[in-house]
């Protein structure tokens, strides 16, 4: 498997950015971490390794990027506004600078899947929302798709424009919504300890409300909030799904 390391100072969040990079061809997939994690998290875990034989074969090309949140909603000592202005400039970064490095290392037709476990699957979520200009689907695993979940109360507009389950049954922009429509959305649950499948079939019935298209698929009670459920999870929705 080909693996490269990139890395670059953000404009958007004024810091170096690393980035790494498995495979040579196949459509991308934007891979965003867990929690307080980092850009090199899914290949310690080995579900870079999952993903081998379609890394192998030329199927996918993966993208992994670092996380932002201890800059942001997993910094207890910043302040709610502080936070949210982070979350935003790292929007800014996946939309204005990791797309357009993904498009020169595949070609700018090359389409772009966005993906993640536990607060991953939120940022996948969210970013595959907003711009679905610029991703063609999102597989969120393990996730709540809630933001307040993480804001210890903090709630403002910003909050709001990253909640998918807050800002998706308002959303009226036709050509938005035909966008979101027209991609693929796999949103993953098991049922085992720390997962909560009830959020996303909450969420399931958002989407639904506004004809949104989407895959939910709630796995069995042995299923837990841990790698090796994201391992089973993610090549098979890769293989079944795109």
């Known amino acids: 498997m080909i693996r490269e390391i990139h890395q670059w100072f953000s404009p958007a969040l004024q810091k170096e950015m690393p980035v790494a990079v498995y ?3 196949g459509f991308a997939v934007l891979m965003i971490p867990t929690a307080a994690a980092d850009y ?3 290949e310690r875990f080995e579900l870079i390794q999952s993903l081998s034989p379609m890394i192998d074969a030329g199927k996918i090309k993966v993208f992994s990027i ?3 949140n201890m800059e942001s909603w997993m910094n207890k000592e910043m302040e709610g506004a502080h936070k949210a202005i982070r979350q935003n400039q790292f929007n800014e970064y996946i939309f204005n600078e990791v797309v357009p490095f993904i498009k020169k290392f595949t070609s700018e037709e090359t389409p772009i899947i966005a993906t993640g476990a536990s607060f991953g699957a939120l940022h996948s979520m969210n970013i595959f929302l907003k711009r679905p200009d610029l991703f063609k689907g999102v597989i969120a695993m393990s996730g709540v798709y809630d933001l307040t979940e993480y804001t210890s109360g903090y709630y403002d507009e910003q909050v709001y424009f990253n909640s998918p389950i807050h800002y998706i049954p308002n959303l009226t ?3 938005i919504l035909e966008q979101i429509r027209s991609g693929k ?4 649950s098991g049922s085992g300890s720390h997962e909560d499948p009830e959020a ?3 969420f399931s019935g958002v989407l639904h409300s506004k004809s949104i298209p989407h895959d939910l698929e709630i ?3 042995d299923i837990h909030h841990d790698w090796p459920t994201w391992r089973k999870m993610l090549p098979y929705f890769i293989d079944s799904k795109f």
Do not use: Q
């Open 200 to 202: 996303n079939k909450r």
């Open 23 to 25: 495979g040579h061809y």
């Open 173 to 175: 922009d036709h050509i």
């Open 66 to 68: 670092n996380s932002m």
């Open 185 to 188: 959305m796999v949103i993953a």
């Open 40 to 42: 090199l998290e899914y």
């Open 219 to 221: 796995w069995a009670d």
